[in-house]
């Protein structure tokens, strides 16, 4: 599909059909894409929760149980699959060594002073985060949202649809998935599979402020 045609198909589903399941192949695509997210430095300051069974889709459900999510309990209940995004809340010198350690492996440096620079170079800018600007978790956040625009854009282009949400109690979630145990607090929760006979969202059309307002050309 053209990328245009997947973000012109690309809409928020409001109800999902229970019936309908996402093959394992176009999962193992979606979550190549999610691995293959872009981020600043390649911090990669994430963890995805995929959840592909009614039990695992019931965890996640419980954060959006509490008064003022509910909402987004069918979304999940009925998905094919769902995926926490989850965000690293400190830099961790383990992490960043790891990081380090896989990109050696896979050839990125061409020698030693090519691997400390690297290193030095992605210290300067976390440093910047946590003495300066004091921001770590946000700055980290904002790479999280990276991955969701890869998954969203990438769902559509295979014809998966999905629903990312905000809406639920993040400290239930943590603790239904251990998350803030490991390091990581959940982000964001996208459902993902085949809008249901109920979606009212899929009828309705696409609407977006006009180039004329969102571009300034130079």
Do not use: C
């Amino acid at each position: 599909m053209d990328i245009l045609q997947a973000a012109r198909r690309r809409h928020t589903v409001k109800a999902y059909d229970r019936e309908r399941t996402i093959p394992a192949g176009i999962v193992e695509r979606l979550r190549e894409l999610l691995r293959l997210a872009p981020s600043s430095v390649n911090a990669q300051p994430w963890h995805f929760v995929v959840a592909s069974t009614p039990e695992g889709r019931e965890r996640i459900a419980r954060a959006t149980d509490a008064p003022g999510y509910g909402y987004n309990s069918p979304k999940i209940r009925d998905a094919s699959h769902v995926i926490v995004l989850a965000t690293r809340v400190a830099a961790e010198p383990e992490h960043y060594r790891a990081v380090l350690d896989r990109e050696e492996s896979e050839g990125r440096f061409v020698n030693d002073a090519a691997r400390a620079s690297q290193e030095k170079g992605r210290a300067a800018f976390t440093d910047l985060h946590r003495f300066e600007r004091k921001d770590v978790a946000h700055w980290y956040e904002k790479q999280t949202y990276l991955a969701l625009g890869t998954l969203l854009l990438g769902a559509s282009s295979l014809e998966v649809d999905a629903t990312p949400m905000e809406g639920f109690d993040a400290a239930v979630l943590d603790r239904e998935l251990g998350l803030r145990e490991r390091g990581f607090t959940g982000t964001v929760i996208v459902a993902l599979g085949y809008a249901g006979a109920d979606d009212f969202n899929a009828r309705l059309p696409k609407s977006r402020l006009g180039p004329e307002t969102v571009f300034t050309d130079i």
